[in-house]
Each structure stands twice: as C-alpha cells, then as structure tokens.
C-alpha cells in the first residue's frame, strides 16, 4: 500500500513515494497477519501518512478475515515505539540484546474487531 504525491519531480527516481506500509500473502497465516515494512519518507513524516495507510491495511486485513496483527521494531526506534502504540498495539515480547549493543527488539500485536 503506498502514498505517492499526484505530480512528482520528474528527476525524482522515487516517482513521489512518499508512504508505504504492506505485509506479504506470505505473512497471513489463518486469521493473523504480520506487517513487514512501514516508512514515510523523512521529507513527509509528522502529516499523518502512516496512520493514514496503516488504519486502511487494517481494514482491507479485517475485510479478508484477519483479526490479530503482528509487527516488531528495535529499541532504539523511538518513532516507531510512538507510533504502534499510539495505534493501539501492545509488547508481548522483547528479545533482549538481538541486534548486539544492548538493542532490543520488541514484538507488537494488536486485536483488530469490526468498527462502531
Ligand atoms: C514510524 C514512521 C513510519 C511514522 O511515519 P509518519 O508518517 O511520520 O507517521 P504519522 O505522521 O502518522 O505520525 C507520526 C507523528 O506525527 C504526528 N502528526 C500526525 N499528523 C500531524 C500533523 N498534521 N501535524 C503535526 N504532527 C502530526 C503524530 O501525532 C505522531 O506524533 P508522535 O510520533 O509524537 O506521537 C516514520 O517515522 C518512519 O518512516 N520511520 C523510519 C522507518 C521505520 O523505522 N519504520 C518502522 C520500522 S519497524
């Protein structure tokens, strides 16, 4: 899933990508899903996009039967540790000094229901 600005700089090789947030077919199992990548560009960051794009995943995800979503990020990503917990996700595991240097990396989940 991507967010791309309608009228890129021709010389921009990235096309105006600006957002992208995605799982593979690979990474559904059953009803959980584990998201794989999310990353705005440095340039477009603090607007919104990921939480754009992230609720749309979640709900495209529901729509084909996915309740529980799984992500992981390290330690040190501070705006990634904002983020999945302002969306609602929890840590049920940290596997302690993964990366070396004393960087952890925390597993998230989140229980996706059907909307008001
Ligand atoms: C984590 C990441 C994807 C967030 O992307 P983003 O597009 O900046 O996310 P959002 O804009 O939806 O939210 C980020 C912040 O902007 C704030 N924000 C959202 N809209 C805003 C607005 N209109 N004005 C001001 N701030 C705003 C949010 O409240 C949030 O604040 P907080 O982090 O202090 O709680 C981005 O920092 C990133 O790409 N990081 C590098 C890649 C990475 O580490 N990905 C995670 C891998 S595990």
């Given at each position: 899933?991507?967010?791309?600005?309608?009228q890129p700089d021709p010389a921009d090789i990235l096309e105006g990508l600006v957002e992208m947030v995605g799982f593979t077919r690979e990474w559904?199992?059953?009803d959980d899903a584990y998201i794989n990548f999310l990353g705005t560009h440095p340039c477009y960051r603090k607007h919104g996009i990921a939480k754009l794009l992230h609720v749309r995943l979640e709900d495209m995800l529901f729509e084909r039967g996915v309740n529980g979503l799984y992500l992981c990020t390290?330690?040190?990503?501070?705006a990634a540790i904002r983020f999945y917990q302002r969306m609602g996700y929890g840590v049920y595991s940290v596997i302690l000094d993964d990366r070396d240097r004393g960087i952890n990396t925390l597993n998230y989940r989140k229980s996706l229901s059907a909307k008001q």
């Amino acid at each position: 899933m991507l967010a791309q600005l309608t009228q890129p700089d021709p010389a921009d090789i990235l096309e105006g990508l600006v957002e992208m947030v995605g799982f593979t077919r690979e990474w559904q199992y059953q009803d959980d899903a584990y998201i794989n990548f999310l990353g705005t560009h440095p340039c477009y960051r603090k607007h919104g996009i990921a939480k754009l794009l992230h609720v749309r995943l979640e709900d495209m995800l529901f729509e084909r039967g996915v309740n529980g979503l799984y992500l992981c990020t390290l330690s040190g990503n501070k705006a990634a540790i904002r983020f999945y917990q302002r969306m609602g996700y929890g840590v049920y595991s940290v596997i302690l000094d993964d990366r070396d240097r004393g960087i952890n990396t925390l597993n998230y989940r989140k229980s996706l229901s059907a909307k008001q």
